[in-house]
């Protein structure tokens, strides 16, 4: 039996899933991304309580390591961290795009390509390209979206843009193989995904994981 404990603070709304041979046990979710740092720790004591289960029981800890937003990055891959150093537990780390082409491999049949975004502020996003069998066609980039950024791929295949960033493309998208939708994606995926990395025993080392960031950190001086 592999129990293990899901993480996701990438994005505006986090996630946790307690997953039991990657099927899912409980999910939770938190909305507000400025608490995330104050909702994660009592929301995991909260579901572990639930469903009768201690930290000693777990098998492994997963957390998505990015991209995402920087502080949210920082407050699941602290906790992680923290709680594998703590229990001695293996840690594994997921990319968030592949976690929501994953999302999306089983929501739209029809595509050919999947491409998730998410917004990187003002015309940039993060994204990559996936094939449904969740291949890497362009790995994980921050991308500034300028016209027909696609255009190769939406010569003969069917693509579908889904996440926060994708309404950035639509304006600069012209192809008929090109479609908009909505794609749901929740810590249980996640939980799918690090159990077939557990089984991989494709493991992250503690001294050397840190968050994904893609893009470098800059901050607004003040005047």
């Not at 991209?67 to 780390?93: D, E, H, N, Q």
Request: aromatic fraction near 10%.
């Amino acid at each position: 039996m592999a129990l293990i404990l899901n993480i996701d603070t990438a994005t505006e709304e986090a996630g946790i899933c307690l997953a039991k041979d990657g099927e899912t046990l409980a999910l939770a979710g938190n909305k507000e991304q400025k608490d995330h740092a104050s909702w994660l720790h009592p929301a995991i004591e909260n579901m572990l309580g639930t469903t009768g289960f201690r930290l000693s029981d777990l098998q492994a800890i997963a957390v998505v390591s990015g991209p995402g937003s920087y502080t949210g990055l920082r407050v699941g891959m602290a906790a992680a961290k923290g709680f594998c150093y703590a229990l001695g537990l293996p840690l594994i780390t997921e990319d968030k795009l592949k976690m929501m082409a994953f999302a999306a491999s089983g929501q739209l049949p029809e595509a050919d390509l999947l491409c998730p975004m998410l917004d990187a502020r003002r015309m940039e996003v993060f994204t990559a390209v996936y094939q449904k069998d969740l291949s890497v066609l362009l790995p994980s980039t921050a991308m500034i979206m300028e016209e027909n950024p696609f255009t190769d791929y939406l010569t003969t295949r069917r693509m579908s843009f889904f996440g926060s960033g994708s309404d950035k493309c639509k304006p600069i998208i012209f192809s008929p193989n090109a479609s908009f939708v909505e794609v749901k994606d929740h810590a249980g995926y996640l939980g799918i995904l690090s159990f077939l990395r557990y089984l991989r025993k494709e493991f992250t080392g503690l001294a050397y994981s840190e968050p994904v960031y893609t893009k470098e950190f800059y901050t607004h001086t003040r005047k």
